[in-house]
Nanobody
Framework: QVQLVESGGGLVQAGGSLRLSCAAS????????MAWYRQAPGKQRELVAGITRYGSTNYLDSVKGRFIISRDNAKNTVYLQMNSLNPADTGVYYCNAEIYYSILGSNDYWGQGTQVTVSS
C-alpha cells in the first residue's frame, strides 16, 4: 500500500507565505508525476501545479509567479511554496501522485488534504 501524507497548511494573512509538503511511503517502485490540487468551498477541485519526475512544471494561471512546486526524488516528497497569498487561494489542498508499483503499471494516489485559509 502507498500513503501520501501532507503537512504545512494553516491560517495566514493576505500577502503571507506557506510551504506545503507531501511525502509518499509504502510499496513504491518509482514516482512519475506529482501535483497539488485545491478545492474551495462550493467549487470543483482544480490543478494548482504539477511536476514530472525530471522537473518539468506547469501551473494554474492565477498562481504563476507566486507558487513554486518542487520535489525531492530521494525522499519521495513534493513541495509547494506559496507566496503572496490572497483570500482566493483559500481551500483544501490535496497532493496527487502517479506511482509505479513495478515496471508493469501504476496507480493514482491522493493525500488526505490540508486546509489553507488566507484572511484579508
Amino acid at each position: 500500500q502507498v500513503q501520501l501524507v501532507e503537512s504545512g497548511g494553516g491560517l495566514v494573512q493576505a500577502g503571507g507565505s506557506l510551504r506545503l509538503s507531501c511525502a509518499a511511503s509504502g510499496s513504491i517502485f518509482v514516482i512519475n508525476r506529482m501535483a497539488w490540487y485545491r478545492q474551495a468551498p462550493g467549487k470543483q477541485r482544480e490543478l494548482v501545479a504539477g511536476i514530472t519526475r525530471y522537473g518539468s512544471t506547469n501551473y494554474l494561471d492565477s498562481v504563476k509567479g507566486r507558487f513554486i512546486i518542487s520535489r525531492d526524488n530521494a525522499k519521495n516528497t513534493v513541495y509547494l511554496q506559496m507566496n503572496s497569498l490572497n483570500p482566493a487561494d483559500t481551500g483544501v489542498y490535496y497532493c496527487n501522485a502517479e506511482i509505479y508499483y513495478s515496471i508493469l503499471g501504476s496507480n493514482d494516489y491522493w493525500g488526505q488534504g490540508t486546509q489553507v485559509t488566507v484572511s484579508s
